[in-house]
């Protein structure tokens, strides 16, 4: 029972949103006799002096309700009226003790309800401050907060049959239980040779995929009700799949590594194994230039453990008889069976008679015009050295360039193929890693509501066009960052109940949003971090979501190609659960969107991530917007180290003049400033240590003589080397002037901005790039 409202209370009170409130009280005696009716806006529930609708009688609803209370009551409505019984509703009957159930019996196709202890002082409530619903005829118990449907064992399905049988298929259909209704059934369980293969819906249909050719299988079904009780099992069938035939073409083919000396091919098994095991591949070959058709065979790879028999899911091979920059289009095709005439080796050799020994019935039964399939699709690969990915404290002149604003996802070209088109001026000026906006297909047009993750076709461009941008920018040497947002996503489809929550690639349902969600929707446990409202949060403590999260980032840096990742809203979940995915897909270099202004609290969250990510240093971005439209650079240098993480954690701090976000919100006081103020902060970032990020529109919508100036901060970087763990010394910082010495790998910079006159000492100085109140000075570089 629920704790009890104000008895005090002698009227109702009109609020908003009180569909999330206890019921009231009922009012006085004298006013209800003086009243007609009794008007409750705005809530679910309406205690009303008003005669109840009739209500469709097409069903009984029999309820056991189990409660402490003597002589408890229920107050509902009939699903489909407005109007609900008059408080306190209508008594439970309870013949028995304190334990026992009370039980009562409602027409009606469905009720939504609140129970009570009769007086009533005590409201019985659903998890959530809800009301409880049940939304179709039956036998139903309450107890501890939860409705369960009372269900007779379930029956058997009937008539199996195989519909269509392949080589490596068979397609199964059965009739539903008789005696069964519909709304019963949860789904089926089909068996193969005993064992579950499918546990599915309530489809009366089911292909086996993947079996042997000329092999003999028994299917049995048996159904499962909607409460997850499984039935006896139905009479059982036996199939024989057709002789063995071709395997299909190999699936993912791919690039793995280069270097000046080989080439690396990667690929996987055919979707489509033909009825046998596949045991063997056969690599071609062609230039680059020529027709796949010309294609030669240059290897051969055993698949098969011939000790175990066990089949690999994943092939590699090396291609060493490269030079460097020669190019080649590579194609793999499965067999079956290899025979000695594909051996490329004395030991290759042996392990083809070893194979040919212990090769099964279906394996021998395959034909020879069936023992090889077709070719995969072609991929090209280069001999030349692999793209370095940067990592957590390298001490590289790292610049990243924010590769996007908040309208990017309007430009009728593609914005794909308008930073493909941007790449080669990005190489010439020294950026090495591209900030892309979230890949996935998205509810909202810029990205950050997203649905299917593994669909990356979205406002951005095409899927292909975001796999041709990735390899342009690795051929020019930067390394592409994803934006993974993970704390949050929308659904694909509602469920049964008209919910938004069933999602698709990966497959959630309702139990991997957080119980606590603001939708109401959620099954699964509590946030572990901060609440959204517009899309349901993601139950991070889930087993299965942490192993999506992590398959999905993997596939985003081995198949599509980024090299490095940036975490939006990190604030939502778990730092530890941020610090588990950077680690399980190969510690990529990482940082975090944790918008605050506290450099204790943003150290705080880099301590929980154990060091693995770093974080958009925000108290540097207000301190150094401050400080430029002031002319006061005092807040500079604290305690002669520089302000924010950037002064205490150098390695782990991005420094940034403006992002997506503060570029057009009023929170932060609008745009950071003109086009001289913002070519003085970068010339700032860009010289000291951390990682620097530029914006796009400071990059490109400034103007060319604006780019021209960050061309050459940006190398200016790269000459001397300056990189994110560089040391600094600060020697002047206060009003009117900022200046400082930075050591590099290569050199040293030395460093001005404001008002102020000054200029480094010594001999040996040039000076390599200038601005409106700033000056940049370089003794040694490449």
């Known amino acids: 029972a629920r704790p009890r409202l104000a008895a005090q209370a002698a009227k109702f009170s009109i609020r908003g949103h009180l569909a999330r409130l206890r019921p009231a009280p009922p009012p006085p005696p004298d006013a209800m006799q003086s009243r007609a009716e009794i008007t409750r806006k705005n809530s679910h529930s309406l205690l009303l002096g008003v005669e109840p609708e009739k209500p469709d009688t097409d069903g009984v609803i029999d309820l056991q309700y189990f409660t402490g209370w003597p002589k408890p009551y229920i107050h509902y409505r009939i699903l489909g009226t407005e109007v609900w019984t008059q408080v306190p509703g209508e008594p439970f009957s309870k013949s028995g003790g304190a334990d026992s159930a009370a039980t009562i019996k409602i027409n009606g196709k469905g009720i939504e309800f609140v129970c009570n202890d009769g007086v009533p002082t005590g409201w019985d409530k659903a998890p959530g401050d809800q009301n409880y619903k049940i939304e179709r005829p039956g036998r139903y ?44 059934i949860g789904g089926y369980v089909v068996y193969r040779d005993g064992d579950v293969v499918h546990n599915g819906d309530a489809g009366l249909s089911w292909v086996d995929k993947g079996l042997k050719g000329n092999t003999e299988y028994s299917y049995e079904v048996a159904t499962v009700n909607v409460q997850g009780t499984t039935s006896p099992k139905c009479l059982g069938i036996a199939v024989r799949t057709n002789m063995p035939g071709k395997p299909g073409p190999p699936a993912w083919l791919k690039i793995a590594t280069t270097s000046a000396k080989f080439i690396e091919l990667s690929w996987k098994a055919p979707l489509d194994l033909g009825g046998a095991s596949v045991t063997a591949y056969n690599i071609w070959r062609s230039l680059a230039d020529s027709h796949p058709s010309t294609a030669e065979l240059v290897g051969t790879v055993i698949a098969r453990d011939v000790e175990t028999g066990k089949d690999k899911d994943v092939m590699d091979w090396k291609d060493e008889d490269v030079t460097e920059g020669a190019q080649f289009l590579y194609q793999v095709s499965a067999v079956h069976l290899p025979d000695s005439s594909m051996a490329r080796s004395k030991s290759q050799a042996q392990l083809v008679e070893e194979l040919r020994k212990k090769a099964s019935n279906s394996l021998l039964s395959v034909d020879d015009e069936m023992n090889e399939g077709p070719r995969c699709d072609a991929v090209m690969g280069k001999a030349r050295p692999q793209l370095k990915a940067p990592r957590m404290g390298d001490v590289e002149p790292h610049i990243m360039l924010q590769c996007f604003n908040w309208d990017s996802c309007y430009n009728k070209s593609g914005w794909y193929k308008v930073l493909k088109g941007a790449v080669p001026k990005l190489k010439e000026a020294g950026i090495d890693m591209c900030w892309l906006p979230p890949p996935s297909t998205c509810v909202d047009d810029r990205g950050y509501l997203p649905s299917d993750w593994y669909n990356l076709n979205s406002k951005y461009g095409s899927d292909e066009d975001l796999r041709s941008l990735v390899k342009d920018m690795h051929d020019a040497g930067i390394s592409p960052v994803a934006d993974i947002v993970i704390n949050h996503r929308c659904a694909s489809k509602q469920d049964g109940n008209g919910k938004w929550t069933s999602f698709k690639n990966p497959d959630w349902e309702a139990w991997a949003i957080c119980n606590n969600d603001p939708s109401g929707t959620g099954q699964g446990a509590p946030s572990t971090g901060q609440n959204i409202e517009y899309a349901p949060d993601i139950d991070h403590t889930n087993k299965k979501v942490q192993d999506d999260c992590k398959a999905f980032i993997k596939w985003l840096m081995e198949d599509v190609g980024f090299r490095a990742i940036r975490l939006d809203f990190v604030l939502g979940y778990g730092a530890w659960f941020q610090e588990q995915y950077v680690r399980a897909v190969g510690h990529p270099y990482a940082v975090a969107e944790y918008w605050h202004g506290d450099v204790q609290v943003l150290r705080n969250y880099i301590n929980a991530t154990k060091g693995v990510v770093a974080v958009y240093d925000f108290p540097v971005y207000y301190t150094l917007k401050n400080a430029i439209h002031c002319n006061d650079f005092s807040g500079l240098s604290c305690g002669g180290k520089l302000p924010g993480v950037m002064g205490l954690d150098p390695v782990r701090s991005v420094t940034f003049v403006e992002n997506h976000d503060t570029s057009h919100l009023a929170v932060v006081g609008g745009k950071f400033g003109d086009n001289n103020q913002v070519c ?39 000459s001397i080397g300056v990189h994110c763990s560089s040391r600094v010394n600060i020697v002047a ?35 390599k790039a200038c601005g409106h109140e700033y000056c940049v000075w370089t003794k040694g570089g490449l």
């Not at 907060?145 to 490596?168: C, D, F, R």
């Not at 990020?693 to 400071?698: A, C, L, P, T, Y």
């Not at 910082?733 to 008002?755: E, I, P, Q, W």
Request: hydrophobic share 35%; charged share 20%; aromatic share 10%.
């Open 141 to 184: 118990t309450l107890k501890n907060g939860k409705i369960e449907q009372q269900l007779a064992p379930p029956k058997a399905p009937t008539l199996v049959v195989a519909s269509e049988v392949g080589s490596n298929t068979v397609s199964l259909s059965w009739n539903p239980p008789e005696g069964m209704e519909p709304s019963e």
């Open 680 to 718: 003085r902060a970068y010339a700032f970032l860009l010289t000291h240590c951390g990682i620097p990020s530029i914006f796009w529109s400071d990059w490109s919508d400034r103007g060319d003589e604006v780019q021209k100036q960050l061309t050459a901060l940006c190398q200016v970087r790269k």
């Open 733 to 767: 910082a206060h009003g009117g002037l900022f200046a400082s010495y930075v050591d590099g790998k290569h050199g040293t910079v030395a460093f001005k901005m404001g008002t102020g006159d000054w200029g480094p000492g010594g001999d040996g100085w040039v000076r």
